[in-house]
């Protein structure tokens, strides 16, 4: 009998790399992929037929958007939040904490997003939900996952805040750091949200971004690793790899039909959703500093327009030609492509210093 037994598990030992995260990760990456080019036409022409007008264009944007993003269908998020929502659900383990906690605040931030986008799709204006509204949404769903988070994991460590360059530097905020855990999420997500704004230019350094904290979660999440670069353990983050590789996936796919001139806009359904899934995993990771590093570009684009609003007001006077800062440098005679491509570069180099933050204690 423990012969049979010996045989029948050495007949179907392949099924032992399910239990790795790198084959996961991959299979995510695969399955999203493959998702977006499947079903990506059809939703694009849905949303089009839908939406007649498409995505209002603004008056006070650069004039030559007037013409080429005219009659564009907007809310393309639905594309990637589908392709990630599938490939989590089939290759993460669903008893993780830290994978419901991202899905609460992708899927949360994607609702309001899309609530967004349906009212200004409707209303052909640029004004959807309230501002003061949207944040407060934002910051009560951001709020839940990180006191999800601080109740599932260690005790001190959870609470803390921890510091690149640092082996031991920890600085522990109590029940503050539900705070600042949520002013992290919902500043990752406007920040991404400002930035979309050309074609391909926000998905590609979410992508860069989602690449480089999946590799920081699946080191995070390894004990030999964590001690090896005396970065902190945090046991069970690891599995937010699979959801990184699954936005990974889904991004490249809806890239094909985002790449200039864009068939659809992802708006605020997915920029809003991505950029809350990327704040939510660098908590969870412990590397929230970090973050403003790899996501230097989305941090970037955010500072232009809160100078470019506060110089307005107490100066009358603008610093920047137009903001978010991608306008600005439209407004130098940059191309779109010139812009976007050059922006692109900014973020691989962030994303290697962020990464370097890793050894370099």
């Known amino acids: 009998m423990l012969q049979w037994l010996t045989e029948f598990h050495s007949s179907f030992s392949a099924f032992n790399v399910f239990r790795y995260i790198t084959f996961r990760t991959g299979g995510s990456v695969v399955t999203a992929l493959m998702f977006v080019f499947l079903f990506g036409p059809g ?35 639905l594309m990637i939040l589908s ?29 309001i997003g899309f609530y967004d986008d349906y009212l200004k799709v409707t209303k052909q204006t640029h004004n959807g939900l309230s501002g003061k509204t949207r944040l407060a949404i934002e910051a009560v769903i951001a709020g839940v996952a990180v006191v999800i988070m601080m109740t599932y994991g260690k005790s001190g460590l959870s609470t803390s805040v921890a510091f690149p360059f640092f082996k031991d530097l920890l600085l522990n905020l109590g029940m503050f750091f539900a705070i600042f855990g949520m002013f992290v999420i919902v500043a990752a997500g406007n920040a991404v949200n400002l930035t979309d704004g050309l074609d391909g230019l926000a998905i590609v350094p979410v992508m860069i ?96 327009v809160i100078v470019q ?13 137009m903001a978010p800062i991608h306008h600005h440098f439209e407004q130098l005679g940059w191309t779109e492509p010139q812009v976007v491509i050059r922006f692109w570069i900014i973020a691989v180099v962030l994303a290697l210093a962020g990464l370097a933050t890793l050894k370099l204690r």
């Open 43 to 77: 939703m694009i022409s849905t949303l089009r037929l839908k939406q007649g007008k498409g995505q209002p264009i603004r008056t006070d944007g650069p004039q030559s958007h007037l013409l080429t993003k005219k009659g564009t269908p907007t809310m393309g998020g």
């Open 209 to 304: 971004a989602a690449g480089s904290f999946g590799f920081i979660a699946y080191l995070s999440g390894n004990v030999v690793f964590a001690d090896y670069l005396q970065i902190h353990y945090v046991a069970g983050v690891g599995e937010l790899a699979v959801v990184c590789g699954a936005l990974m996936g889904a991004g490249l796919g809806f890239l094909w039909f985002n790449a200039p001139p864009a068939q659809v806009f992802m708006g605020d359904t997915g920029s809003l959703a991505l950029g809350g899934l990327l704040g939510t995993v660098a908590v969870a990771t412990k590397h929230e500093i970090v973050l403003a590093v790899i996501g230097g570009l989305f941090v970037l684009e955010a500072v232009s």
């Open 309 to 321: 609003v506060a110089s307005f007001k107490l100066t009358g006077k603008r610093v920047f030609k």
């Open 83 to 111: 392709g990630i929502l599938v490939a989590t659900l089939l290759w993460a383990n669903l008893s993780n904490i830290y994978v419901w906690a991202v899905m609460l605040v992708t899927l949360g931030f994607g609702l």
